[in-house]
């Protein structure tokens, strides 16, 4: 497979600055790369655009941007959150012989970073790195019910509530209605809502400062739950939640009083 030129040459320009090189100017980077200033100079200016380089004012030099910070901090608080959630997830797969999954919000859509599958092989929809609708999925409401008033404006300015079953929820009004009713029950639930025959629970995950970082979500093939699996399926949900949300520094006590 052929590479994309465009995209080599801007990797290896965020690749040149290091400890030494920590700002320079486009000469020393044409040079550097031996690249010409024109190519450079278009190259930085997309990256700066997206937040990738940054420009000081007084020198013109370039230097790395907070977009990178921000991307690796997404990558390392992933790896951590999967590592301390692992034992707990395959706990939760073996007491209930289900899916379970582990997943986290990326801007207007939640992605799994995590999965164990289920003795049944009817829950095929979801894969790590895939994405998931934040209106039709259990973890997806939970990621959202608990945002602050103001981020949870931003985040729904423009959401397109996309119909991926009959029983997708299809406008802001019932979506916050909805919302509303997850904060008061403490999980929320996808019954068909994204995949036709599958029934779906998710409950939130709190790090230290008692912010939703993640949702824990066990799904069952509709054809065959019960309300008794429903309970018990929702016990052992709370216990894998509260248990992962402990290990992250929340103290659940504290919360709860």
């Keep these: 497979m052929s590479l994309v030129q465009s995209v080599v040459r801007a990797i290896k320009i965020l690749e040149v600055f290091d400890e030494v090189n920590k700002e320079l100017s486009i000469k020393e980077i044409s040079a550097k790369l031996e690249l010409n ?27 790395l941007g907070w977009k990178l910070y921000e991307r690796g901090n997404l990558l390392l608080s992933q790896l951590s959150l999967k590592q301390v959630s692992s034992r707990h997830l395959y706990t939760l797969n073996r007491a209930t ?12 859509e939640a992605i799994y970073i995590d999965k164990i599958n289920g003795n049944n092989t009817l829950v095929i929809y979801s894969r790590i790195g895939k994405k ?38 299809q406008n802001h009004t019932d979506y916050m209605t909805e919302l509303a009713q997850v904060k008061k029950q403490g999980y929320a639930v996808d019954d068909e809502e994204n995949e036709y025959g599958i029934i ?23 054809s065959n739950f019960t309300k008794e699996k429903e309970n018990e399926y929702l016990k052992l949900l709370k216990l894998c939640a509260d248990s992962i949300s402990q290990e992250l520094g929340a103290n659940l006590t504290t919360k709860e009083s």
Aim: aromatic share 8%; hydrophobic share 35%.
């Design 97 to 108: 012989n289900e899916t379970v999954h582990l997943v986290k919000r990326l801007d207007q």
């Design 200 to 222: 779906c629970f998710a409950m939130p995950i709190y790090d230290h400062k008692y912010d939703v970082v993640a949702a824990v979500s066990v799904s069952s093939p509709k």
């Design 132 to 169: 998931v609708p934040l209106h039709c999925s259990a973890v997806g409401k939970v990621l959202v019910a608990y945002l602050p008033k103001d981020s949870l404006t931003e985040l729904l300015e423009g959401y397109e509530f996309i119909q991926a079953t009959e029983n997708s929820i």
């Design 37 to 63: 200033k024109s190519t450079v100079h278009a190259l930085l200016k997309t990256l700066k655009e997206h937040g990738y380089i940054t420009q000081n004012e007084q020198t013109a030099d370039y230097s």
